[in-house]
């Protein structure tokens, strides 16, 4: 299997919604040009920042349909899936294999906490209904809970042809290192889900990373892997501490209302985050709207 689109910033891009919280399409279409137009490398339809856990299956697959759509081959698209039950999460699996997706993104179980066992037989039914498609772990265990273990990364990794990859949004840079270090023998890409990470994260041997910030600021984001791509490394290490306080200011708000935040003070227009979450307000949106314009971001 094909790897070597697994790269890059892939963006988790954000669902905008109308004031009825309807799906936006004229917006979604909008913010898909956008994000290509300014440098990604890859569009993650509903990870953690695209809200999928406010959606319902038939608002899911028409949103992915003109995110497809209106991609239209420029940049590989995949889907994210967070389905606690395994049968919903391989429903949604064929029916994003079924619409084009490159790959899919499956997140471990939230609010349950399975066993090691419980967990490999969750990834390996899914990743066996589409064996086909490339599927990469996401490990999140600040919204579910609990770790991906590096020995149930591994495992699955060297069993199951089609697990290829994983973006790892733990913040612990020992854990990332031993997703990479032990999957180095094999072909799997790991990429960084801390958008303060992209720089070490690709200094271990991360492939690249998933970040929300590049729905804001797609060409500072993406210059971070393209100078180090490109053997400037002092240029890629200054980006990465350009966008850490602007990504830094995020944390007071409530998840995942920042990225929307952000992304309407700078006149993206995506509507608010779906109820129960709200815009941010007061101190925290300010703080985030200095720490924008004390990048100097604005007037570049």
Do not use: W
């Not at 990470?197 to 271990?204: N, S």
């Not at 240029?235 to 007071?252: K, M």
């Not at 992304?263 to 200095?290: A, R």
């Amino acid at each position: 299997m094909n790897i070597d689109k697994i790269k890059g910033i892939i963006v988790p891009i954000i669902t905008p919604v109308d004031e009825n919280e309807h799906i936006d399409e004229v917006k979604l279409r909008f913010m898909v040009d956008h994000v290509i137009e300014n440098g990604v490398h890859g569009i993650l339809a509903f990870g953690s920042n695209g809200e999928f856990y406010m959606f319902d299956d038939e608002e899911l697959e028409n949103a992915f349909e003109i995110i497809m759509d209106q991609t239209n081959g420029r940049v590989p698209v995949y889907f994210g899936i967070g389905a606690i039950r395994t049968r919903k999460a391989i429903q949604l699996a064929k029916m994003a294999e079924a619409h084009g997706a490159f790959g899919v993104s499956i997140l471990q179980p939230m609010f349950v906490k399975p066993t090691y066992e419980e967990l490999y037989d969750h990834f390996k039914a899914v990743s066996e209904a589409i064996p086909n498609t490339p599927v990469l772990l996401y490990n999140n265990p600040g919204k579910t809970g609990y770790t991906m273990t590096a020995n149930l990364v591994d495992q699955l990794a060297h069993n199951l042809p089609n697990i290829v990859g994983m973006k790892d949004s733990s913040g612990d840079f020992s854990l990332l290192s031993e997703y990479i270090r032990r999957t180095r023998d094999i072909e799997f890409n790991v990429l960084a889900g801390k958008d303060t990470l992209i720089f070490p994260g690709l200094c271990m041997g991360a492939t690249g990373a998933v970040c929300s910030t590049a729905n804001m600021f797609g060409p500072l984001v993406t210059s971070i892997y393209n100078k180090y791509v490109q053997g400037d490394v002092q240029g890629a290490l200054e980006a990465q501490f350009t966008l850490n306080p602007i990504r830094i200011s995020q944390d007071n708000a409530s998840f995942p209302a920042a990225t929307k935040d952000m992304s309407n003070l700078l006149g993206l227009d995506v509507g608010n985050p779906v109820l129960p979450i709200k815009s941010s307000q007061g101190e925290v949106l300010e703080n985030m709207k200095n720490k924008i314009e004390e990048s100097e971001l604005l007037s570049r």
